[in-house]
């Protein structure tokens, strides 16, 4: 190899490449700098999971607002009177069932959907059959569950027919959900 072959070599090179061989080097960020990109990334994850968490567990999502009464877990004590104020409600007595004014109310169960009628029984009726507890509604929640967070927790019992569940309250009435049309 001699002088006059490695001066035609740097002939052939590209005006570019010597360019950018002179220009020096971007300095890479240093290894604090890459920690504290990971840390805020790690924040940001546990405060997105953190906010799942209360929105979809306990309850903080929107839904509809109760009374005092109802989002205490208690409930109004029954008149005898039908929510537009008429005495007597269906004639037969407390025994039979009486009517609450109450919110909406839904529970899932397989594939059914039943949906609290507002009216209470102080006793099951003959045949009916338990289903177990009630779990609250969440993305795979397991059967059966409802969208009351007062009744988690509370023994779900099913008429012999299927028409009709039937949640045991605190106060020892049983409250009522009807299968829903399709």
Known sequence: MNAEFLLQAMGLL???LVE??????APRPSLLTQARRW????????????????VTHLGMGGGSSGSASTSAGG????????PDGAAGGN????????????EAGTIFL??????LTGETVSELPAGSSPLGQLSA????????????EEYVGCALFQSGDGNQLYV??????????????P
């Open 14 to 16: 590209d005006d570019d």
């Open 20 to 25: 950018e061989a002179l220009q020096p080097a």
């Open 39 to 54: 840390v805020s990334m790690a924040a940001c994850l546990a405060l997105l999971l953190t906010a799942g968490y209360l």
């Open 75 to 82: 409930s109004a004590p029954s008149t005898g009177t039908s």
């Open 91 to 102: 004639g037969s007595g407390s025994a039979a069932g009486t009517v609450e004014p109450q």
């Open 110 to 115: 397989a594939n059914q959907v039943y949906c």
């Open 137 to 148: 509604l969440y993305p795979d929640a397991p059967s059966p569950s409802t969208d009351r």
């Open 168 to 181: 045991q309250r605190d106060d020892g009435l049983w409250a009522v959900a009807a299968l829903a049309e």
